[in-house]
């Protein structure tokens, strides 16, 4: 039944040069490009004061963008403001009404959109099932868990069927153990409804595990756009590297190019990969620490500074003559030793070139 | 106060109370010296062995007083803890014993035996006539009683109360004993008052006949003639409750929700209630629409018409009560405006709630709260005021005015007053209960969690244009009124001789310079030091009692907790009036005699402010993470090691912030004060509404606009060492503003 009574109407957004200024030094987002395709979960990640919060709420009308012009489908709805778009929001702190019922909280909007009084109830009845709250609608938002809360609020937010619905961190004030369970849910329904969703976090394991797509925010701009197997694999440059999962950055000269195909030497050791565009000449190179192969019969040398056991696997500190990095092994039966010499190579995908690093 | 949380056999604390009681029984003087509280003349003048100075041991050793003896035995006893270990159970047993018995023994010998004698016929009839009195408890008896006190508090935390905080028990224990003394004692004594008959038996037909007098509960009004005070005070009450809460909210949402550019200005309207004794205002509006006022002069010139005396009566007192207390309402509603999550907001308008809807059915609900608190208090202020029925009334007679004249009037009827104070204590009791039935238990916290970074939207076209007029009619209304003070001040007779002189400030104020040192001559010296005295003695230990109560509240959990916070509350639901008669009735008697004292105006301005206090210090204090305070108890600090250490020193701009408003307050303060005052210590504001009744004007105006000036000097001072807070929320206009 609530399949049938929540559809989607979604829409993609489209910024074109938007640039969002506050006061006059203040520059929160300056001069994007995003389109987010309709039906697809889009993330804004980045570090905090990227301006991944202002885009949002530009796409939800609080905020107006200072120039460029914003679409939903294809309305510009650039100077309209949050009441007129068709578009809802999640809160960070959920925003329910303290002094509304549970069930006032998901009609609130229904109210306002030309529904009739039964049919309101109806919908937002089937709001409540879809999220898992059916026989919740008479309480006060104080008197549910962190958890319900939020799906209080994600029901509001979809019952009205909106071109784009939009999250604002959602998972920041659930604990980790709901979270896993609270963004699947999110990404389920998401794709059973088709809904376009916009989605701001600035945790990298959260954007990749929920994202169609993920913009990678720095400094009021873009640094990346790409799929999570795009970002992991083949980030731009260090920033994004760093950012999303972590890598080590290692000088290294690029000895030939040959068919887009860069040899590569690092203290003698050659690799070949994807050249990306580069010349040959010095360069920088992003090895994630599971591509780092201990023990290789090929590689460059380095010394164990440091082995800690997690459990699932044994984590080292390797010290080179060209500086340390972090790299992981399998092996927790048989930990090697601090301080004793090992070889050093990569695992043959892996290795990436940075082209703007 | 200090306590140690080691094993060892000697504790300060214990010592310290032990040391003090036996102080207090041999060596100060057990009754009330007569010359103050603060004169040593008694050091000098036959002390100890006078009997009206002397210690209780040596009226004892003279064989006087004997009924006195008896405390000394908890005394004894409580020597016996002394060499024991805490955990001894013996320990806190002894001092448990010592204390209730000495404290219990000094209140029943305090109570049951007076000036006259034994207090009660029971007692004459048991053991015959007693043949000698006592007058009020000293420093004495004062030092003894803390001392028992603060025995037994230890007792009881000795036996694991409260984790055994000795800090903690014994704030809680003084809390307590303080404001059931002056708070709940005297109330109930008047209570009792109303009962009395002439001869001093109790009648419950005496009270029925004061109850239901004419002059109380008449409806004259009704067919052309005269209502009751009670009627009087109850719909003047509800309007001015009704008009200031919507005024004040008018001002904040300007303020908050506006692109008004002169915000600063208006919020500087908050400063104005404080700093401004409230019968000023109706000193003003006499002055523009007064028979001889400049409003009715010209529109009487304009029109040929006689002038009229419309003012005197509801008009007036409404009008000018409107105009003192919309400022408050203010106060109260700018920060539940200003604390509406913006997200709630942003939240309604993205469910496409357009403005109107959105404030309709989001932003003014969440005001609730707020809205109640303002009705509450500009209803019980137009209760307690005084001064304005007192200047404007003419024949509207309310129940504050007719408590003073049954008082100090020719007809001298205790009972008569005292029933008049329980039916005011009944409406504002009532509309404290009501304010807490219409909020119910639905929650209106806004701000849960982090992440609020939201702007407040602007008001909706239709709201803004009636808003806007109505503030700046109202607040053009108030610059005229306050300019009138000052303009009156300085002229010579007001709608009679409008030549300008400074007459007026030189006969309140002059000052001789003479080979001795400086004269003040002026008539107004008196008043003015006595008021910065008692205020300055105020100050301190309201914020001290204030600050401790809100500690308890917000950081301590015990039993009773609730109970503790009504009780501490409750005063802020006594009108002043009714705190005034209260206290006469019961510290003119032993064992507490202080009418007529600068004590029980110190006293009243404590009881009187110290839920300000509190309120100020749990809001700061909540503001303050629990975690701070449980850090510095795991690094071994006691729990008032860690009040004096960490909280205090953070609330350092709630504790000036406190201080100031109860100087200020006890500086403008009337409507306890006119019933406590003595010839001895008078202060500004009595002495300006006696100006005032004998047609003064020019002096009143005078003395009433030095006063807003040294208080305005006062407020800036502290904004200057506080300096203004922060809030880092985006605005409206993008910029970010510094608030």
């Excluded at chain 2, 008049?420 to 209106?444: I, P």
């Amino acid at each position: 039944m609530s399949e049938t009574l929540i559809a989607s109407k979604a829409a993609p957004v489209r910024f074109e040069s938007v640039t969002k200024s506050f006061g006059r030094d203040v520059v929160a987002v300056d001069n994007i490009d995003l389109h987010v395709e309709a039906g697809k979960l889009v993330t804004l990640l980045g570090p905090s004061g990227c301006g991944k919060t202002t885009t949002l709420r530009m796409i939800a009308g609080l905020e107006m963008a200072t120039s460029g012009r914003i679409l939903i489908g294809d309305r510009d709805v650039t100077t309209l403001p949050a009441t007129d778009r068709d578009v809802s929001m999640v809160f960070q702190s959920y925003a329910l009404f303290p002094h509304m019922s549970v069930l006032e909280n998901v009609s609130y909007g229904l109210t306002f959109s030309g529904f009739s009084k039964t049919e309101t109830r109806d919908r937002a009845l089937a709001g409540l099932e879809l999220v898992g709250l059916k026989g919740f609608d008479a309480r006060l938002p104080s008197e549910l868990s962190g958890g319900q809360q939020q799906r209080v609020a994600v029901a509001r937010a979809l019952v009205l069927e909106p071109q784009v619905l939009l999250f604002d961190e959602p998972l920041s004030n659930l604990d980790a153990k709901l979270r896993r369970q609270v963004r699947e849910d999110i990404r389920a329904i998401q794709q059973d409804l088709g809904l376009t969703v916009v989605y701001v976090t600035h945790d990298q394991e959260e954007a990749l595990a929920v994202s169609d797509e993920i913009v990678v925010m720095r400094n009021a701009s873009i640094a990346q756009i790409g799929t999570p197997r795009s970002l992991y694999d083949a980030p731009v440059d260090r920033f994004v590297a760093d950012f999303i999962g972590e890598a080590n950055i290692l000088p290294c000269t690029i000895e030939g190019v040959a068919d887009d195909m860069a040899t590569i030497s690092i203290e003698g050791y050659k690799h070949t990969l994807p050249a990306r565009g580069l010349a040959p000449g010095e360069a920088k190179l992003a090895v994630r620490p599971s591509r780092l192969v201990i023990g290789a019969q090929d590689g460059f040398k380095a010394k164990i500074a440091k082995a800690t056991y997690v459990g699932v696997r044994m984590e080292y500190t390797l010290e080179a003559s060209f500086g340390s990095m972090f790299a992981v092994h399998d092996d927790v039966d048989t930990p090697l030793e601090v301080g004793s010499d090992v070889t050093v190579g990569f695992s043959q995908k892996g290795p990436v070139l940075l082209p703007e690093a | 106060m200090r306590n140690v949380s080691s094993e060892t056999t000697a504790h300060p604390a214990l010592i310290f109370w032990i040391v003090a009681g036996w102080v207090g029984f041999c060596l100060l003087p057990w009754y009330g010296v007569e010359d103050g509280f603060f004169s040593f003349e008694w050091l000098v003048d036959g002390y100890p062995f006078d009997e009206d100075y002397a210690p209780a041991a040596f009226l004892i050793g003279q064989g006087e007083k004997l009924w006195l003896t008896p405390l000394l035995i908890p005394l004894i006893i409580s020597l016996f803890a002394l060499g024991r270990k805490k955990s001894d159970p013996l320990y806190a047993k002894i001092l448990i014993a010592s204390g209730a018995l000495g404290f219990g023994w000094l209140i029943a010998q305090g109570f049951g035996i007076g000036i006259r004698g034994y207090n009660y016929e029971w007692l004459t009839a048991l053991f015959g006539d007693l043949g000698d009195r006592q007058f009020g408890m000293g420093y004495g008896a004062l030092l003894l009683a803390s001392a028992y006190l603060f025995l037994f508090t230890q007792g009881i935390a000795a036996r694991g109360a409260i984790n055994g905080d000795v800090f903690v028990v014994s704030a809680i224990g003084g809390v307590i004993v303080i404001v059931t003394v002056f708070v709940f004692f005297p109330i109930a004594k008047m209570l009792l008052a109303a009962f009395i008959t002439e001869e001093g038996g109790y009648s419950a037909s005496v009270f029925a006949s004061k109850f239901f007098d004419d002059r109380l509960w008449g409806l004259g009004c009704l067919s052309g003639g005269r209502c009751g005070a009670a009627w009087n005070s109850l719909f003047l009450a509800i309007t001015v409750g009704i008009l200031t809460t919507v005024l004040g909210l008018v001002f904040a949402l300007v303020v908050t929700r506006s692109g008004f550019r002169y915000k600063r200005a208006l919020r500087a309207l908050t400063v104005l209630p404080i700093i401004t004794p409230p019968f000023v205002i109706g000193l003003a509006l006499i002055l523009l629409f007064g028979l001889s006022g400049s409003v009715t002069q010209f529109f009487a010139d304009l029109f040929g018409v006689q002038p009229t005396r419309w003012l005197y009566g509801m008009p007036g007192v409404l009008i000018a009560q409107t105009l003192a207390f919309t400022p408050i309402a203010f106060l109260v509603l700018i920060g539940v405006v200003e604390g509406v999550s913006p997200s709630m907001e942003e939240a309604a308008q993205t469910l496409r709630a357009n403005r109107w809807q959105t404030f309709r059915t989001v932003s003014l609900p969440l005001m609730r709260p707020g809205l109640a608190n303002a009705f509450l208090l500009g209803f019980i202020e137009s209760m307690a005021d005084f001064g304005n029925p007192l200047v404007l009334g003419g024949n509207f007679d309310v129940l504050s005015t007719e408590i003073f004249f049954a008082i100090v009037g020719a007809q001298y009827d205790q009972g008569r007053a005292a029933v008049l104070a329980m039916v005011l204590l009944f409406f504002t009791l009532s509309a404290f209960y009501a304010q807490r039935m219409w909020l119910g238990k639905k929650s209106y916290t806004t701000v849960s969690g982090k992440g609020d970074a939201g702007v407040h939207p602007l008001m909706p076209n239709g709201l803004a244009i009636p808003v806007f007029i109505a503030a700046i009619t109202w607040g053009l209304f108030t610059v005229v009124v306050y300019g009138m003070i000052l303009y009156g001040s300085v002229v010579e007779l007001w709608g009679v001789n409008n030549t300008l002189t400074f007459k007026h400030y030189v006969t309140a104020f002059s000052v001789r310079f003479e080979e001795t040192g400086i004269r003040w001559t002026g008539a107004a010296w008196d008043s003015f030091w006595t008021t910065i005295y008692i205020a300055a003695a105020a100050a301190p230990l309201t914020a001290i009692v204030g600050l401790i109560t809100a500690y308890l509240l917000t950081r301590q959990s015990f039993a009773g907790k609730n109970a503790f916070e009504f009780g501490t509350m409750l005063s802020f639901a006594i009108p002043g009036t009714v705190i005034g008669v209260s206290y006469i009735l019961a510290f003119n008697v032993p064992p507490i005699e202080i009418t007529g004292t600068g004590i029980i105006l110190i006293v009243s301005f404590i009881f009187r402010n110290m839920p300000v206090g509190v309120r100020a210090g749990i809001a700061s204090m909540s503001q303050l993470d629990k975690s701070l305070d449980e850090s510095s108890l795991t690094l071994g600090a006691n729990s008032w090691q860690t009040f004096r250490r960490v909280i205090l020193p953070l609330l350092k701009p709630a504790i000036l912030a406190a201080l100031v408003y109860s100087f200020v307050r006890a500086m403008t303060a009337i409507s306890a004060v006119i019933f406590l005052v003595s010839a001895e210590y008078d202060m500004a504001t009595s002495y300006i509404i006696g100006r005032v009744e004998n047609n003064d004007y020019g002096l009143a105006i005078a003395y009433s606009t030095t006063l807003i000036f040294v208080m305005l000097a006062a407020v800036g001072l502290l904004q200057l060492l506080v300096g203004r807070t922060q809030i880092g929320r985006r605005t409206q206009f993008g910029a970010k503003e510094q608030t």
